[in-house]
T-cell receptor
């Protein structure tokens, strides 16, 4: 398997533009997590899905952020409108959880810069 | 107080030294992960532990569930071990992350 695949790897955009980040989890993994990493706050969970259903979105900063998982092999994280404070690295991770045996696999991350 | 605390925050070592990074947590967990992140790089899972000890090459991870504490050891450290090491605990279905330990190993 190719691992968790994220795109784009880098995105530079202007304030107010819409940003869409994409993630393809590892086949067979039924959990998908979106994380954000900044220097100030480290890694933070934004939202996670189980079997394509959003379970906990309490980490989503505000209504400008939305995430979808239309099928088991694809998820998007959308920011509209984007702001400079959204600049961060966004990681997607997937896992097949069975009790405590669900190892986590991360994508390479999408580095977002909002000017 | 953070639910997951790591120490030290920064660590400098000479090549060949034995290194220990500590992680303490205050919540109930089903597993603990040690992650590695190289500068500008992605995140790699090194270990997932729910009890006892695991070893991969020069890396050893231990966990004491009663004391809510885990350690990551690196034997015979090498400059390529330079990275940020992150402890994360699985609490319900979520991961709670420590702030990371930045390790630099000099030749």
């Amino acid at each position: 398997d190719a691992g968790v695949i994220q795109s784009p790897r880098h995105e530079v955009t202007e304030m107010g533009q819409e940003v869409t980040l994409r993630c393809k989890p590892i086949s067979g993994h039924d959990y998908l997590f979106w994380y954000r990493q900044t220097m100030m706050r480290g890694l933070e969970l934004l939202i996670y899905f189980n079997n394509n259903v959003p379970i906990d979105d309490s980490g989503m900063p505000e209504d400008r952020f939305s995430a979808k998982m239309p099928n088991a092999s694809f998820s998007t994280l959308k920011i509209q409108p984007s702001e400079p404070r959204d600049s961060a690295v966004y990681f997607c991770a997937s896992s097949r959880l069975a009790g405590s045996t669900g190892e986590l696999f991360f994508g390479e991350g999408s580095r977002l810069t909002v000017l | 107080k953070n639910e997951v605390e790591q120490s030290p925050q920064n660590l400098t070592a000479q090549e060949g030294e034995f290194i220990t990074i500590n992680c303490s947590y205050s919540v109930g967990i089903s597993a603990l992960h040690w992650l590695q992140q190289h500068p500008g790089g992605g995140i790699v899972s090194l270990f997932m532990l729910s009890s006892g000890k695991k070893k991969h090459g020069r890396l050893i991870a231990t966990i004491n569930i009663q004391e809510k504490h885990s350690s990551l050891h690196i034997t015979a450290s090498h400059p390529r071990d330079s990275a940020v090491y992150i402890c994360a605990v699985r609490h319900t279905d979520k991961l709670i992350f420590g702030t990371g330990t930045r390790l630099q190993v000099f030749p």
